[in-house]
């Protein structure tokens, strides 16, 4: 059974910077594109970022330019870095692989980790 731990949240000033970090195991990692996603409180889950085999990323418009996805095959781990932070991105993080394109992307586990909580506030 997968197993996905996200790590690396916490309080930040906007301007700041954090990394997250996601552990998967139980699962062929390299088959798979990854994912993170974000929650804020009263919103739905939205898609933040992919990442293919072979490193090629995708962002939504609102992180562009802020955050980077990159993968780590021989470690089955997926990170976030995000700078330049918005009191907008506050949110619980997590990763998924995901499956499909544009409008139709959906996650491939329907077992989700915890998260991990990210606060832009001064």
């Known amino acids: 059974q997968v197993q996905l731990v996200e790590s690396g949240g916490g309080l930040v000033q906007p301007g700041g910077s954090l990394r997250l970090s996601c552990a998967a195991s139980?699962?062929?990692?390299?088959?798979?594109?990854w994912a993170w996603y974000r929650q804020a409180p009263g919103k739905e889950r939205e898609l933040v970022a992919r990442?293919?085999?072979?490193?090629?990323?995708e962002y939504i418009d609102s992180v562009k330019g802020r955050f980077t996805i990159s993968r780590d095959d021989a470690k089955n781990t997926v990170h976030l870095q995000m700078t330049s932070l918005k009191p907008e991105d506050t949110a619980v993080y997590y990763c998924?692989?995901?499956?499909?394109?544009?409008?139709?992307?959906?996650?491939?586990?329907?077992?989700w980790g915890q998260g991990t909580q990210v606060t832009v506030s001064s």
């Open positions: 998924n692989a995901v499956e499909g394109s544009g409008g139709f992307a959906r996650p491939v586990f329907s077992s």
């Open positions: 139980g699962t062929i990692f390299v088959i798979y594109d």
């Open positions: 990442v293919i085999p072979g490193g090629t990323t």
